[in-house]
């Protein structure tokens, strides 16, 4: 199962409200997680199950969809949050991730 | 606290194996699911393999399957991948993670909650 981001790259300012897309080949119901990676670091859970937030994520983290269409969004754009998320499917294996957005300050 | 080591990374020749670990600690580690993924230099996340609590189940990539071998030993808190036949595009970051399983009314939500820092695996002549 593909799964595809866009976009690949993207500039914002703090304060912005940013919106990420995830879409998979076939449908995955509600298996879909979001990950932050940061350079040099381990990639970090933010939601998973589409939209459960994980213990001690910020609230402006949110996510949605179902089937093949899902979205991350940050409501307001913090300077810690510039960095590359990545979504990943767990309907069935391999678990595939999508390429990962790349979050950068305009 | 909740920590996964991982060690056993190194350089080796294409054709070599190479045997990684990941120490668990701060958690029961037969209660969970574990995984391996691993990211190639300037590359994205990629889904390796992953175990069942006690074994009986393990999961794939294609592109390591036959090559890769994932183990477990729930006495040690330790988690394995068992690494042959490598090759340059095995060259990444290999981390371990666990894997809860979250029980929702639509089925069994898998996950990465914690990982590890990961350890270099560098395949090259």
């Known amino acids: 199962n593909q799964m595809t981001q866009s976009p690949s790259s993207l500039s914002a300012s703090v304060g912005d409200r940013v919106t990420i897309t995830c879409r998979a080949s076939q449908s995955i119901g509600l298996f879909l997680n979001w990950y932050q990676q940061k350079p040099g670091e381990a990639p970090k859970l933010l939601i998973f199950a589409t939209s459960s937030l994980q213990t001690g994520v910020p609230s402006r983290f949110s996510g949605s969809g179902s089937g093949t269409d899902f979205t991350l969004t940050i409501s307001s754009l913090q300077p810690d949050d510039f960095a590359t998320y990545y979504c990943q499917q767990s309907h069935s294996t391999p678990r595939t991730f999508g390429q990962g957005t790349r979050l950068e300050i305009k | 606290d909740v920590q996964l080591v991982e060690s056993g990374g190194g350089l080796v020749q294409p054709g070599g194996s190479l045997r990684l670990s990941c120490a668990a600690s701060?958690?029961?580690?037969?209660?969970?699911?574990m995984s391996w993924v691993r990211q190639a230099p300037g590359k994205g996340l990629e889904w390796v393999a992953d175990i069942k609590q006690d074994g009986s189940d393990k999961n794939y990539v294609d592109s390591v399957k036959g090559r890769f071998t994932i183990s477990r030993d729930n006495v040690k808190n330790s988690l394995y991948l068992q690494m042959n036949s490598l090759t340059v595009v095995d060259t990444a970051v290999y981390y371990c993670?666990?894997?809860?399983?979250?029980?929702?009314?639509?089925?069994?939500?898998?996950?990465?909650?914690?990982w590890g820092k990961g350890t270099t695996v560098s395949v090259s002549s």
């Open positions: 993670a666990r894997e809860p399983i979250y029980s929702g009314s639509r089925g069994d939500y898998y996950y990465m909650d914690v």
């Open positions: 701060g958690f029961t580690f037969s209660g969970y699911w």
